[in-house]
Structure formats: C-alpha cells, structure tokens
C-alpha cells in the first residue's frame, strides 16, 4: 500500500502559554488514536508547538485503510429452505439486505448447526477522505476551558485561527477544517517574516519555517536553545550561573517562536530584599530568569528572552530594565513598610477573615492550631511554647503587604518577619515549614516545631471538614486534603515521629465548639490511611501488601511504614506463598467455626498426632522469639522468623485432621490455629497476599 509523510498545522493568533504543551500533546494524541481507531497504518507521529502555531506531522502515513473481510449471519439452513429446497421467506429477505441474491450466499457449519452467511470484502476508504473528520474530532477533544468566537464565525477555538496547512505529501487536502479551506501556505515571524511561506511537502514544514520565517517549530528544539542560550550568557557576561525553573522555561518556550537570550541589570539596593521576593516579582509579571555567583548569592542581574533578533538589542535590554525597575521598588517599599508592625500586632487582624463558614475565621483556627501543636509539640520531643506560638503567628504575613501582592510568598516572609522581630529561631523557620512539603518529593519541615506545627494544620483542616460533613468527593478537592494527608504521613514516617493519627485526630476534634459528624476523628484517620495505597503504588509495593497492613488498621504512620516494608521483604521469601495460603486456609476454618469462639490456649495432653505435637512445639518456639521483636516494631525480623514454620505448617494439614468427631480434640488443634494465625497477625494479614491459586 502507497505511503506518505502528511501534515497539518492549525495557525493562530497567540496561544495561551502555560497550556501550549497541554495542546500540543493533546491534538498528537486525539489525532493518533483517531488514526488507529480507524485502522490507518503509520510510523510515527511528530508534534510541533509555537505561540501562533499547532502542528503534527505523521511519517508514512497510508493512502487508505486496509481492505476488511466482511462475514454476516443470517437465518439458519433449516429456516432459509423449504421441503422442497426452496429459498424461503427469511432467506430471499437476508440476501436482499445484502443487494444479493440467495446463489450468492455461504453456509456456516458451527457446534450450534448450520447458517446462511454473506461474505464480501470491504473496501477501506481513502486516508484524504478520513482524515479532515479525525482532526476536527481531536481539536474537538482539546482541553479547553473556555473556547471562543471571532469575527462572524461560528466556529469555535481557544484562539482565533487564521490559517490551515492540509498536506498529503505535496498535494492539498482541501475539505474544510473549523470553516477555513486548508492550503499549502503556513506563516512566518509576527515581526521578521509577517508574509505567506510555500510548505512543498510534509519533511519542509520545520526547515521552511526556520530558514524562511524566523519560526523554531520544535518546542523541544526551542526549549533546549533558550536553557543553553540563557545558560551562556550568565556564564560569559556575568561568571554567574543561571537558576532555571522548568515551568518558567516552559512559559517562556511558549511565548517566543525566535528566542534571543538578553541580560539586564537592577540596583544593587535591591538585593537588601529577601531574594525570594525579587524572584517572585521578575518570574511572575517578566518571565524572567535570575543569576546567582558560585555561593548561590543572588546577583543584580536578569536574564529576558526577546521574540526577536533587534538591530539594537541594547534598546531592548534598557526597556526591560525600565519594567524592572517599579515592580522591585515595590517589593522593596513592601518590604520596608511590613517590617514597621510585629507579626504578633497582625494576630487580631486575622480575626474578620473567614477560613470557612461554619468553622470559624483565621484567628479561630489559629488558636485551635495552637492548641493542638503543643500537645503534639510534647509527644515528639519540641518545645510546646514553641509551637504555640508558632502557629498563633503562622498566618499573620496573610496580611502583610508583600504576601497580598505575592501570595507565593506565604510562610517565606513569615519567617523573613519573625527573624526581625527577634522570634525564636525555630518559631521563624517554622512559619515557613507549615506549609512543606508543598508538592511531591518537596522537603520537608527541618526542625520539630516547624514539624508539629505543619501536622497541627493540616490535622485541624482535615478534621473540621470531615466534622461538617464536607470531605473531598470524586475530584472535588477545594482545601487540598488529598494532599494535606500525604503531607503528614510523609513528615511522621521521614522524620520517624512517634505519632498516633487516631489520638492526634482526637485532640484535634476536642478544639471545635460543635461538629456536625458523630466521629470526625475516626473518618480522617480511615480517610488518611486510604492515602498509604497510592504512596505505596508509586513506590512499586504492590496493593496487596498494603491490603494486608491495612486490615490491621495500624494507626500509627510510622508503625504502619515498618509492616509495610516487613510484609514486602517477607513476600520475596520462598516461604511467603505457602504461609500465606496456610493463613488463607486458618482463617476459613476459624470463620467457619466462629473466630470469636476459638481460644489460643492449647493443652499439650490433648495433642496426639507428631504433626501438630512438632507444629505446637514451633509454635511455642517462635512466640517467645517474635514477641519481642513485635514490641520494637522490627517486623522484619519477626517475618523472617515466622517464615521457619512453613514446614511443619504443611506438614501439619498432610498429616493432621482438624475437625475430627472428639470435640476436645478438635478444639484444641483450633486454638493452636488460632495462635499460630495470631502471631502473623501482630504483623499483618497475610492470608491477603496473593497465591498460585489466584488468578
């Protein structure tokens, strides 16, 4: 079958910048599938992403789908002929549904007898045909938010599109797409090339576009020659080093289709503002990268990317340090005007500001906060009085001038503020680490009252939400809880806190006046222990691990960590299958018989068989080994012990029969089961774990 590159482009006026990639990925993969749902063979597909441009390119792209066998049952032999081998009714009815005559059909021997069929063969329809259907079905598939109309079209679109290339090699597709006939004509620069280039067929598109239009199509491409480009510069005109931030480099790919690297400069007074101010004010508004010297020092310096090569590039330099200019001299006026009113002057303000309706303002959560902190403060080994005035002062740089314009800046000039009131160190570096770890794999709170005061937080919103019935639904997350429990249990299983959820729930719901919920405590720590699945899953410990930890219902993280990694070490034991299918076959038998009825005591007189004389003697052996263990929670060690039963396990149910008619002795053998399972239990139910009898 012929085969040819085919390209489309989708020509705009400037597309949103932060949803660029999203697009440009998401029209790749609308079309492809689009491509393989109609059984349309090709090699690859190729995106290309600019400000003014969607394009994708598939390599060897088939002329047509292929020809497809077509089999369609009608009545059966018996129905279809009469006595007198006639074509009945139901037959001469299914061959004119086909346009055939009855000489023209099959017959299909089956097991369930034999059938009148029509066989043909389909003729696959020709790629051009398909092709301008598939596209409008993927720009139809993109995720956009808000689409939107122009001029007097009806079509709609994230932007306004001005143009579209439709090729199949060299010849154009021309079936209309979003209401505009497809060319061969896509265009270059805004300012370097504001004229109609020829693309003569699909392997031109980027090199007609580069060396005609002043375009880098490739966002990849793109994006490599800004980082090195910006990487340079600091190096060669500064001896600094560039801090380049992938979001911000992505952002900056998508806002330029010829990048031009351009370094600037600001008043070295600034620098007396806290760093992070002046990076929020130049990566915000400017897009900006900034420069730091070889001790991470920031430097007065900025890295801009200009859309175009300028005849005068230090006009365009000097303009941007003109923008620069007011945005850092009011970071600096900010600065200077917050630090005139302590953060503890700020407490009252934070009382008509409303966290949520029916729990209260700011201020109300942070005594609760407060309260809370400090008992936890005490279990961990931190200063209670730290901690609660930590979290009486946490919010206050909510209402600080610098926060209002840069609310990234949260907990960061908290600590800035406290350090000049002159706060206890911890207390200031604490304002900051309530809110880590802010995203996955962020650091987390380095001293313990940062640590007690980030749990406190997060345990009060959790539980205040659940307590009015409000907990996150399907994808519906408003307060970001998913997140805030992940955030706790990585704080107390990294820092190793010796912390129980369910208690620390308790005294968390002690601080609200009133709460709707009967047990809100208990629904966040189950809540919360769901969480431990998806932390595991990503860690590659399978479900089944957590499954047989969390039938437990261990309520203390770090405890909950230890079993989980033990049940994973102990399930690549050669032992582990058979001891769990042994627990598997222990739990039924003492369901059946009424778990709650059976003992652990086991009489040595009643026992008769070798078996269960030699399992119960190993069974003693390994209590007196494993209790311990259990008590300083090394769980590993415990599991590998255990795992010496297998034999006499298996030897036991070969050679011993349980439910025998002596009612004595058939009990007794339940409680050494019941031991036995017992003592895996103190671990985890290892009757969960997959066997070679599960499919």
Same mark, same amino acid.
């Given at each position: ?28 993969? !609308? ?7 109609? !059984? ?20 060897? =792209? ?42 023209? =059909? ?8 034999? @059938? ?66 497809? !060319? ?29 239009? @002043? ?42 289709? @010829?990048?031009?690297? =351009? ?223 992940? !955030? ?18 308790? @005294? ?188």
């Amino acid at each position: 079958m012929a085969i040819q590159d085919f390209l489309v482009e989708i020509g705009t006026e400037e597309l949103p910048p932060r949803a660029l990639k999203t697009l440009s990925r998401a029209f790749t993969n !609308g079309l492809t599938k689009g491509l393989e749902d109609a !059984g349309i063979e090709f090699a690859r597909a190729e995106s290309f992403a600019a400000p003014r441009r969607l394009a994708i390119r598939v390599r060897e =792209l088939a002329a047509a789908q292929p020809d497809k066998a077509v089999e369609r049952r009608g009545p059966a032999v018996k129905a279809a002929f009469d006595a007198a081998g006639n074509p009945t009714r139901a037959l001469t009815g299914f061959a004119t549904s086909q346009g055939v005559t009855p000489d023209q =059909l099959d017959t299909l021997e089956t097991d369930k007898g034999a @059938w009148v069929v029509y066989r043909t063969v389909e003729q696959g329809r020709a790629t051009t045909e398909l092709l301008p259907g598939l596209i409008e079905q993927a720009l139809a598939g993109l995720p956009i938010p808000k689409r939107m109309r122009w001029g007097a079209h009806r079509t709609e679109f994230v932007r306004p599109v001005h143009w579209i290339v439709l090729l199949m090699g060299n010849k154009v597709i021309d079936s209309p797409i979003m209401g505009l006939k497809p !060319g061969n004509k896509t265009r270059g620069h805004r300012f370097h090339c504001p004229e109609s280039l020829i693309i003569p067929t699909p392997a031109d598109y980027e090199i007609v576009l580069r060396k005609e239009g @002043w375009v880098i199509a490739d966002f990849a491409e793109r994006r490599a020659k800004i980082r090195a480009g910006v990487e340079a510069i600091a190096r060669e005109q500064a001896g600094g080093t560039a801090v380049i931030d992938d979001e911000l480099l992505d952002e900056v790919t998508s806002l330029n289709e @010829w990048p031009v690297p =351009l370094m600037g400069r600001f008043e070295e007074r600034f620098l007396e503002v806290p760093p992070e101010a002046l990076i929020s004010s130049m990566k915000e508004h400017q897009k900006y990268f900034h420069v730091v010297d070889s001790d991470n020092r920031m430097l007065p310096l900025f890295i801009t990317v200009a859309n175009l090569e300028s005849k005068d590039p230090g006009q365009v330099i000097s303009g941007n340090e003109k923008v620069i200019r007011p945005r850092l001299s009011d970071a600096a006026f900010f600065y200077e005007t917050d630090r005139k009113t302590p953060l503890e002057d700020r407490i009252e303000r934070l009382k008509p500001i409303v966290f949520q309706e029916k729990l209260g303002s700011i201020h109300d959560k942070s005594v609760r906060v407060a309260a809370l902190a400090a008992r936890i403060a005490g279990v961990i080994g931190s200063d209670p009085a730290l901690a609660e005035r930590a979290a009486m002062l946490a919010k206050t740089d909510l209402v600080t001038e610098m926060v209002l314009e840069f609310t990234d800046l949260q907990g960061i000039m908290g600590q800035y503020y406290a350090v000049h009131d002159g706060e206890h160190a911890d207390v200031a570096r604490a304002l900051n680490e309530q809110y880590m770890p802010r995203f996955a794999g962020d650091d987390l709170p380095a001293t313990l009252t940062g640590c007690a005061l980030a749990i406190a937080d997060r345990l009060d919103s959790l539980v205040g939400l659940f307590g009015i019935n409000q907990p996150p639904s399907g994808t519906r997350d408003p307060f970001g809880l998913r997140r805030a429990s992940l !955030g706790v249990l990585r704080i107390i299983i990294d820092r190793q806190l010796p912390l129980d959820l369910q208690t620390c729930c308790e @005294w968390a719901a002690e601080n609200f006046s009133s709460l709707a919920a009967d047990d809100p405590a208990t629904a966040v720590v189950d809540y919360m222990l769901e969480r431990f699945r998806a932390h595991y899953d990503e860690q590659g410990i399978g479900a089944e691990v957590y499954l047989a930890v969390h039938a437990r219902r261990p309520t203390r993280p770090l405890d909950f960590d230890q079993r989980v990694r033990a049940v994973e070490a102990f399930r690549q034991m050669p032992e582990a299958e058979a001891l769990a299918a042994a627990n598997k076959r222990v739990s039924n038998i003492l369901t059946k018989q009424g778990a709650d009825q059976v003992t652990e005591t086991v009489d040595g007189h009643l026992l008769q068989e070798d078996a269960e004389k030699a399992l119960a003697e190993q069974v003693n052996l390994q209590a007196d080994r494993v209790l311990p263990l259990f008590e300083k929670g090394d769980y590993t060690a415990a599991l590998s012990s255990l795992a010496s039963l297998r034999a006499p396990v298996d030897r036991f149910f070969d050679e011993v029969m349980v439910m025998t008619d002596d009612e004595a002795v058939r009990n007794n053998r339940l409680a050494l089961l019941n031991r036995l399972r017992n003592l895996f239990l103190r671990v985890a139910d290892i009757s969960l774990l997959p066997t070679s009898g599960q499919g």
